[in-house]
């Protein structure tokens, strides 16, 4: 079966391709331990355009290319490009298409990937685009889940902090919904999840989608969270009593269940406290380093 030309947004995907790419993933990961080497991407060139800061999303895309053999264009630095003379973003783009063989472009801007993918005539990879999409990251995210739980349907998924500004959150909301996980949204008044978001996934998936203003984890298999963004708020004092209610600590997770895990994007500031660090629940160490068998598995599948 073959996959998407370019990968912007999870929406582009249908289940069967998020299957392929689990499948593949999950062989990635046992080449890994194995040590067996891999030479898909051989001969050719993959270019990591962050026009904004990146660690793991950037360094798992440059690990996973070149253990898969491919040599790889690194662009980080805007100060150190062009851009500063005034070169635009279609000519930048145009430009490295010439030099690679795929592409993969983060972006302040919403929409800037997929007119990436308009430029472009190599395939084009969605880094993260504003607040919009993080379609890699949502794939790594489901393996993890499943990868853990050993299935994605049914279970009980608590997404829990700024859900109106987090990326990861939008896109990991449509993929749970595909596969038919119960989803509760927790956020603060003001940053809950996009109604049209919610809409769209219960009419287009018939999704279980419920939404809380308070913390409550008894019944809830894997809990997603994110950053309260505290810049966002115009009143300081009120953001600080917002992040300290929805911080993660020892006593949030007393009386979870024994196996519920708790994942997080990264990076996480100060919203998971030392000792959840500690505890068995914490899983989001191993989902980051589920980053790079996921997007060998992307690039395998788009380039081959």
């Known amino acids: 079966m073959e996959f998407v030309k370019d990968l912007i947004s999870i929406r582009d995907l249908e289940k069967k391709h998020i299957d392929l790419i689990l499948k593949k993933s999950s062989q990635m990961e046992q080449a890994l331990k194995t040590g067996k080497e891999l ?4 001969g050719k060139v993959v270019a990591t355009l962050f026009f904004e800061p990146s660690t793991r999303t950037r360094l798992s895309f440059q690990s996973a290319a070149m253990r898969l053999g491919a040599k790889v264009l690194s662009f980080e630095d805007v100060g150190a490009s062009s851009i500063v003379k005034g070169e635009t973003f279609s000519d930048t783009i145009r430009m490295v298409d010439g030099y690679s063989d795929l592409i993969v472009v983060r972006h302040s801007k919403e929409g800037s ?19 919009n999409q993080h379609p890699t990251q949502t794939l790594l995210d489901l393996y993890t889940i499943k990868r853990a739980k050993r299935k994605i349907e049914g279970l009980n998924v608590t997404l829990l902090g700024d859900l109106k500004h987090a990326r990861t959150m939008r896109s990991l909301l449509y993929g749970l919904a595909m596969y038919g996980a119960s989803i509760e949204l927790v956020a603060p008044k003001g940053l809950e999840m996009n109604r049209e978001v919610i809409k769209e996934v219960k009419e287009k998936f018939n999704a279980n989608v419920t939404e809380k203003s308070t913390i409550q984890l008894s019944n809830t298999d894997v809990l997603y969270l994110c950053r309260i963004q505290k810049e966002r708020f115009s009143d300081q004092y009120e953001a600080e009593k917002v992040q300290k209610e929805f911080r993660i600590t020892g006593e ?6 024994e196996d ?4 997080h994007p990264l990076p996480k500031v100060d919203e998971v406290a030392p000792e959840v660090d500690r505890s068995k629940h914490a899983y989001y160490y191993e989902q980051a380093r589920m980053g790079i068998p996921v997007r060998m598995a992307i690039m395998d599948a788009m380039v081959v």
């Open 260 to 263: 519920m895990i708790i994942l």
């Open 39 to 42: 030479n898909s991407l051989k």
């Open 252 to 257: 949030t997770i007393k009386g979870a269940k």
């Open 113 to 131: 990937a997929r007119y990436a993918a308009q430029l472009a005539e190599h395939p084009v990879i969605n880094g993260g685009d504003g607040g």
